[in-house]
């Protein structure tokens, strides 16, 4: 295999690694509290619903999504919108109602509503002997 040969080989085999490699980006993300619950704003453009995931393990609320570009004829000339997948992950400084969470994705802004768990308290009787 001559030299010239080998660095065709070497130029497509990294076109392909490109082509297959996704950009990852951490959208941006406002916080809001109350009394009784954490709002998270996340900007989350060209993602659909199907694309989203969003877990809780333990204290982390983790979450991931994909997008995929739309498919336009022609030859790109110009871009300043980059296209890949988010990752966003949070560690809970206390305990929320897990099974209350809410999650609203319209115009590209994911809405998490956390409800926080509120402390359990037990009025204890005293007694006099």
């Known amino acids: 295999?001559?030299?010239?040969?080998?660095?065709?080989?070497?130029?497509?085999?990294?076109?392909?690694?490109?082509?297959?490699?996704?950009?990852?980006?951490t959208p941006a993300t406002d916080l809001y509290s109350n009394e009784e619950e954490h709002v998270l704003l996340l900007d989350l453009p060209g993602v659909?619903?199907?694309?989203?995931?969003?877990?809780?393990?333990k204290d982390e609320l983790r979450i991931s999504a994909k997008t995929s570009t739309a498919e336009v004829k022609g030859e790109?000339?110009?871009?300043?919108y980059?296209?890949?997948?988010y990752r966003r992950s949070f560690l809970l400084s206390e305990p929320v109602e897990e099974d209350k969470i809410t999650?609203?994705?319209k115009n590209g802004v994911l809405q998490l509503k956390l409800p926080r768990k509120k402390p359990l308290s037990k009025k204890i009787e005293v007694r006099t002997s």
Do not use: F, P, W
């Not at 659909?48 to 393990?57: A, F, H, T, V, Y």
């Open 1 to 25: 295999m001559s030299v010239s040969e080998v660095l065709r080989s070497e130029k497509a085999t990294e076109q392909e690694t490109k082509a297959v490699r996704k950009n990852v980006y």
């Open 48 to 57: 659909k619903e199907g694309d989203l995931e969003i877990s809780i393990e």
């Open 76 to 80: 790109l000339r110009y871009s300043e």
């Open 82 to 85: 980059g296209t890949g997948d």
């Open 103 to 105: 999650a609203v994705l």
